[in-house]
């Protein structure tokens, strides 16, 4: 089956400006995780969507925001852009998050963001 | 909240060798450890994981183990062969309830030299 898809893969914007990221999770998964990867960071967890609903948010200010429709595909947005914000943006799908029918997050490529 | 720590930051071992990378978490809570492989320009790959209730978990040349006294668990990494190089993370997570998020290691660059 289909793996994440994260589109666009790329983007290149200007401070100040807003970016919208987008990601189609596996078939039948429900939670949609949203990670930043830096080299001075690392992963550092966003927030995570179940069924539309935001149900954890990591450290990050309110110019982050997500949310996620009926068919599980979720979005993430970043408004007024700085230089820091320039990451790979990771997404994840799961199918369950508890118990041992959870079979762990798969990862989707990712969108590069570059601020300039 | 949690903090995950991971060490050695780079490892560098020869071919057939084995590798070792060691992580610690902080929250006594945590009950979910996976482990991540993440090539350059790649996504980061789900390679073996461990719950709290097992103390050693095995897939082919790789191994977990969890010490949940000490709070830290090890990737272990047999018979290493090149394509085995790239970036490992590792992560801890809480999986009761109906929310989790994953704390993840700074990554340990391992590269297998021939």
């Known amino acids: 089956k289909a793996g994440v898809t994260q589109t666009p893969r790329y983007l290149i914007k200007t401070r100040g400006q807003q970016v919208t990221l987008s990601c189609s999770p596996i078939s039948g998964h429900r939670s949609v995780s949203w990670y930043q990867q830096t080299p001075g960071q690392g992963l550092q967890f966003l927030f995570e969507y179940f069924s539309e609903t935001q149900r954890n948010k990591g450290n990050f200010p309110g110019r982050f925001s997500g949310r996620q429709f009926s068919n599980s595909r979720s979005e993430m947005n970043v408004s007024t852009l700085e230089l820091g914000d320039s990451a790979l943006y990771l997404c994840a799908s799961s199918s369950h998050l508890t118990g041992e029918g959870f079979r762990g997050y798969t990862f989707g490529s990712g969108t590069r963001l570059t601020v300039v | 909240g949690e903090n995950v720590e991971q060490h050695p930051s780079t490892l560098s071992v020869q071919e057939g060798d084995s590798a070792v990378i060691k992580c610690t978490y902080s929250?006594?809570?945590?009950?979910?450890f996976p482990w991540y492989k993440q090539e350059l320009g790649k996504r980061p790959q789900l390679i073996i994981d461990?719950?709290?209730?097992?103390g050693e978990k095995k897939d082919q040349r790789i191994a977990v183990t969890l010490n949940k006294t000490a709070k830290h668990f090890s990737l272990h990494i047999t018979e290493t062969q090149p394509e085995d190089s790239a970036v490992y993370f590792c992560a801890a997570s809480n999986m009761a309830g109906t929310a989790s998020k994953l704390t993840f290691g700074t990554g340990t660059r391992l590269q297998v030299t021939l």
């Open positions: 461990i719950r709290s209730n097992v």
């Open positions: 929250d006594s809570a945590s009950n979910y």
